[in-house]
């Protein structure tokens, strides 16, 4: 008997929330190059190296996005100038799992990059 008040009740509430915008949008190009070069250096750090592609076109991506910005420049500059901490995996899994997780995660910068700077590419 109550239950079917409460499911009426939280599908128009899912369907209300689902029409906001989100608040984490990717429209604009970042201003603040820190968290950039802290996930490059952690890929670096995870694989040992990157495949060529991949580093090219996270570097156009950087490029870019320095261009656009000076503060992101100055920033990403400076943090890839910091000695990064590291703490290696336990074991061989878990090394290839935060290599490929951060391979991931620098493709989907490079492909946000794409999107900011479409007559870049």
């Known amino acids: 008997m109550h239950g079917r008040p409460l499911?009426?009740?939280l599908f128009l509430?899912?369907?209300a929330m689902a029409a906001e915008p989100s608040r984490y949008t990717y429209d604009e190009?970042?201003?603040d190059g820190f968290m950039y070069a802290v996930r490059y250096q952690q890929a670096k750090l995870a694989c040992g190296s990157l495949p060529e592609d991949l580093e090219a076109d996270y570097a156009k991506?950087?490029?870019?996005t320095g261009e656009a910005s000076p503060a992101f420049k100055a920033s990403y500059a400076q943090r890839?100038?910091?000695q990064p901490k590291w703490s290696k995996p336990a074991s061989p899994e878990e090394q290839a799992l935060a290599c490929e997780q951060s391979q991931h995660t620098l493709r989907v910068t490079v492909q946000l990059a794409r999107q900011w700077f479409p007559g870049g590419w």
Do not use: E, S, V
Not at 61 to 64: D, E, F, G, S
């Open 7 to 9: 499911l009426i009740a």
């Open 13 to 15: 509430t899912g369907t």
């Open 29 to 31: 190009a970042p201003t």
């Open 61 to 64: 991506a950087m490029r870019l």
């Open 80 to 82: 890839l100038a910091t």
